[in-house]
């Protein structure tokens, strides 16, 4: 049986978080594809090539050894048979991210990977058009949200834990700037869909965003927990 939950919104509104600990529970695959976006902003950036035309980006893309596999029910992702973890959330990889995925030519590459994780699997897949490009027939779709305050002490406490100090104003400058981007551009925009369940995660604690979501999964798929094992 096939069950795609499809969990968008914006940045550090709490969708990796609480899709990783869902998948977990229901003993589905996680899909983080805001990693994969991330992963090809850093092979360019290691090519000085984040601003490249679409002729060199497709190259690139081509003949690197980027590699996008399901290791223990979760996304692993290699570069030139290196995994890659805490690069894909540095500062800089965070500034040219949006701009990296508005290209269509990364959009068609990450896209076409995503789909095909899709095909006949029990999948938590987030990030920012998964309802509405990437899997529109989803069986649940999620948007997430919170407001920008809540947002920037989140991203801050993330940063500060990994050992980053930076200023609030900065935070805050980089999570409207990566909004309004992501929400704002031509191709595939972060929208909220009309058949959404909406989550506010403002005031809610992990464990509460978590159940929310694995209460309705089970209702839709009717057979209690066991069905989703
Ligand atoms: O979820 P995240 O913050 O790791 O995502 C990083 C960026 O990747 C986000 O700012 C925009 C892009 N992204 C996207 O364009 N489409 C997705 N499905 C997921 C992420």
Known sequence: MKFVVAIDGTASSGKSTTAKLL???????????GAMY????????????????????????????????IVSNALSINLDGKRLTDELRSPEVDNWVS????????REYCVNR????????KLVCEGRDI????????????????DLAERVR????????????????EVKAGLVTRDRIDSGRELSPLIQVKDAMVVDTTDMTID?????????????????????R
């Open 154 to 169: 989140r991203r801050k406490r993330e940063l500060e834990e990994k050992g980053i100090r930076s200023g609030e104003t």
């Open 114 to 121: 995503q789909r095909e994780f899709g095909k006949d699997a």
């Open 23 to 33: 998948s977990k529970k229901l003993g589905f695959i996680h899909l983080d594809t």
């Open 99 to 106: 701009p990296v995925s508005e290209r269509g030519v990364v």
């Open 38 to 69: 991330r992963a090809v902003t850093y092979l360019l950036l290691g090519k000085q090539a984040e601003e490249a035309s679409d002729d060199r980006l497709l190259r690139i893309l081509r003949d690197s050894l980027l590699e996008f596999k």
């Open 131 to 146: 309802g509405s490009v990437v899997f529109p027939d989803a069986e649940l779709k999620v948007f997430m949200k919170c």
């Open 208 to 228: 509460e965003q978590v159940k929310i979501i694995y209460d309705e999964v089970i209702k839709r798929m009717g057979n209690g927990p066991e069905a989703g």
